[in-house]
């Protein structure tokens, strides 16, 4: 049972990395896009 939960808590994890990554990226894409407008 415990196993269960800990795999379910990495699963999350690592899902949550990914996410941030992307946003990350998003962030420097706009960031980017602003520099270029002014």
């Known amino acids: ?3 269960d939960i800990i795999q379910k808590v990495e699963l999350f994890l690592a899902h949550s990395d990914d996410k941030l990554e992307e946003l990350q990226e998003k962030n420097q894409l706009i ?3 602003f520099q270029r407008k002014d």
Request: negative net charge.
């Open 1 to 3: 049972m415990m196993e």
């Open 31 to 33: 960031k980017e896009d």
